[in-house]
């Protein structure tokens, strides 16, 4: 495999690595990349179990490892906030780069930023490459892009939505368009669509 790097992908990586900002490469389920691509990076790769835009696979990747925050302030006369103990990386926090809209949709569920190089209505951000990130301050808070987090798990409205029901949502319907292929059923497409699924998010999303 002769896959090398965006533009621009290379430098976020180098920074990632001098700064301690941890970077994690999620492909799609049957997604392969030649480890040789990134072994010059500090990144761990993960393949997803579900295929976006089914958040579950992102948010368990969130939930595998550590991070421990340092402390800072303390100059000026104001107060310094201490390091605090490793936890897992807060979503409001972390920025997901995609290339298609159903990776977007995913990183909205689980609550994080969401950059894309794919023209779509619900990215935070859409960039014709990812060199035009010039820094990682640029996706920080705040950044070049926004100035607050976002405000959680939210759907392509921004309603907010609770992530692990729309992973079982997905999950049920996958579910059963595996038992219909399995009847040999060709008539019937038990699969949700956007729309629908948009109108069950609707019925559930808290006031």
């Given at each position: 495999d002769d896959r090398t790097l965006r533009d621009g992908?290379?430098?976020?990586?180098e920074e990632c690595r001098e700064t301690e900002v941890s970077a994690v490469l999620l492909l799609e389920p049957g997604e392969t990349v030649e480890?040789?691509?990134y072994k010059d990076y500090d990144i761990i790769a993960?393949?997803?179990?579900?295929?976006?835009p089914n958040p579950r696979s992102l948010l368990e990747v969130l939930e595998s490892f550590d991070v421990k925050p340092k402390g800072f302030g303390g100059s000026?006369?104001?107060g310094r906030k201490p390091a605090e103990y490793s936890r897992p990386p807060l979503t409001k926090y972390t920025a997901v780069l995609s290339t298609r809209t159903d990776q977007c949709r995913a990183a909205r569920y689980?609550?994080?930023?969401?950059?894309?190089l794919e023209g779509n209505d619900i990215a935070d951000a859409v960039l014709f490459e990812w060199d035009e990130i010039s820094c990682i301050e640029d996706i920080s808070t705040p950044g070049s892009y926004w100035l607050n987090p976002p405000p959680g798990s939210r759907d392509d409205d921004g309603n907010k939505v609770?992530?692990?029901?729309v992973m079982e949502l997905y999950e049920r319907e996958t579910e059963k368009g595996s038992i219909s292929e399995g009847k040999g059923d060709e008539s019937?497409?038990?699969g949700l669509s956007e729309d629908d699924l948009k109108s069950i998010l609707a019925d559930i999303?808290?006031?």
């Open positions: 992908v290379d430098f976020l990586l480890p040789s691509t993960y393949e997803a179990t579900h295929p976006s000026s006369g104001f689980v609550g994080t930023r969401a950059l894309c609770d992530v692990y029901e019937d497409n038990d999303a808290p006031l």
